[in-house]
């Protein structure tokens, strides 16, 4: 298994910029995931890397604005995140696989270890 801790959350005013981070110990994940959940709302695959390889994914509603990065080194996968909004406002939780779901990254079925969230809120 590969167990996932994520920080680097919290308050940001809109239109500011946060870094949360996910970091990876335990077996090796081919892929990373960022996914986030607002209230009321199902959970929102947002953006996805293929580690070691460094292809990138993003949902419609982060692209642009979201960059999905890794350090090998550190074993630990970034989500920059700019031109924060208020939609934005979620828990954000990374999830790792064992192998590269593809077409199907957005998908939380095809992630078997999850973090515990980490909080992001924009204020205006």
């Known amino acids: 298994r590969v167990q996932l801790v994520e920080s680097g959350g919290g308050s940001v005013q809109a239109g500011g910029s946060l870094t949360p981070s996910c970091a990876a110990s335990?077996?090796?994940?081919?892929?990373i995931a960022w996914f986030r959940q607002a209230p009321g709302k199902e959970r929102e695959g947002i953006a996805a890397i293929f580690s070691g390889v460094g292809s990138t994914y993003y949902a419609d509603s982060v692209m642009g604005r979201f960059t999905i990065s890794e350090d090998n080194a550190k074993r630990t996968v970034y989500l920059q995140m700019n031109s924060l909004k208020s939609e934005d406002n979620a828990m954000y939780y990374c999830a790792a696989a064992e192998w590269w779901p593809g077409v199907r990254w957005y998908l939380e079925r095809e992630y078997e270890n999850w973090g515990q969230g980490t909080q992001v809120t924009t204020v205006s």
């Open positions: 335990g077996d090796t994940a081919k892929s």
